[in-house]
DNA sequence: GGTCCAACTGACACTCGTGTCAGATTTTCG
DNA sequence: CGAAAATCTGACACGAGTGTCAGTTGGACC
């Protein structure tokens, strides 16, 4: 077994353990273990145990941040409602396609450490943004609600959409793919309430 | 000063300490030092680090569960959106009257242990099954979206006011106390699009 | 002022996970 | 093969935080 590739088994058996017992209650001596290794390789590999994590997540937070799109009101070839579907569809896609992972960094990723909680929260805060700007672009064209500051729609839906994942990842919500890009379009288009029209 | 009055010095002191430093990161050293009495007198008065913190919590969902009725759709007396108003209103003064343990519930409480986890899924789990049942309620009235499934809704719901909870306690998100409940009211009524009616 | 008791103290012994490193093992290659 | 390099091993020393308990303090009551 060559050296990248003891890496990733490392790797592998982290990111189980840490999503079986969460961070804290996981020890290096756990993931040596599950990965029929001694405790000395593991420090040839990476640093500490909180090394492992972040790297886990920071490969996560880089697919995740690919996956997402800016989207275009103006785009004569896709509607806006097509493109932030194909986005709540790609999120949804990175995430069910590493449950372990999303569920580190979902519910498991918080009070590691003060350096990481800003990367955590600086993460956040770029989607945040995107949102917001978005947001603000799509009221200047009389496409989004009228009221509420844009900061706070973008807190909202970031948080909807953030509970599906929890809810997905961590209970096992039953449901299909596209029933939840669906449930989420619906209820970010319109809310809960029957509209009449 | 007297056993109550020595025991909710600590329990004050110990939020502010988990508050700032997050459970993990906290220790029973740091919280006698803050209330100024020795490493045994803690013992006095609670098992263990985990202990205080489980009451903090317990007493913060105690609240919290106080201030959310259910909704009537048929009472003559109150609209159905005055009180939903009112339940986030309520939930809203609650957090804002205790911010400090309100982030902890919110942000720390994850990971410090599997029966606590439990504890918060479940209560977690009530506050779904409640809104799922509303929703539901709702749909048979017409006044709930068609389509998604209203355990969908539920966790979007939940999602969305979560996430603005987390933002006002952890980010001191700018925001007064009416804008907020506007905010939430309108979202969940009417989504982000602009409705033409 | 003396005695008693409740409350407090902090040094101590202990546990548990950490990171290391000298030696063992395996692989590579002449 | 055999030597050198690469990789792995796990016993060990260490530190941080824990929970305890014998001893101290202080104030209430006679």
Redesign the interface.
């Known amino acids: 077994m060559d050296k990248a590739e003891r890496r990733q088994q490392l790797l592998t058996h982290a990111r189980d353990v840490f999503a079986k017992q969460?961070?804290?209650?996981s020890t290096v001596d756990d993931i040596v273990h599950a990965a029929h290794v001694a405790r000395g390789t593991f420090y040839l590999y990476f640093e500490d145990k909180r090394a492992v994590f972040e790297e886990l997540v920071d490969r996560f937070l880089a697919k995740l941040g690919m996956s997402i799109l800016r989207v275009d009101p103006l785009d004569p070839s896709r509607s806006v409602e097509s493109q932030v579907r194909e986005n709540i569809s790609r999120v949804l896609e990175v995430t069910l396609d590493d449950r372990a992972t999303a569920k580190l960094l979902l519910?498991?990723a918080?009070?590691i450490d003060p350096a990481f909680d800003r990367k955590l929260?600086s993460f956040y805060g770029e989607l945040l943004t995107l949102l917001d700007e978005s947001?603000t672009e799509?009221r200047e064209l009389?496409?989004?609600?009228?009221?509420?500051?844009t900061?706070?729609?973008a807190?909202?839906?970031?948080?909807?959409?953030?509970?599906?994942l929890?809810?997905i990842v961590d209970?096992d919500?039953d449901?299909e793919r596209d029933?939840?890009v669906?449930?989420?379009s619906?209820?970010?288009?319109?809310?809960?309430?029957?509209?009449f029209a």
Chains 1, 2 share one sequence.
């Open positions: 969460g961070f804290h209650a519910t498991g918080q009070g929260a947001y799509g009389g496409i989004i609600v009228d009221g509420p500051k900061s706070l729609l807190v909202m839906s970031l948080g909807a959409f953030r509970e599906l929890i809810q209970r919500l449901a029933e939840i669906e449930a989420l619906i209820f970010l288009k319109h809310g809960l309430l029957k509209s």
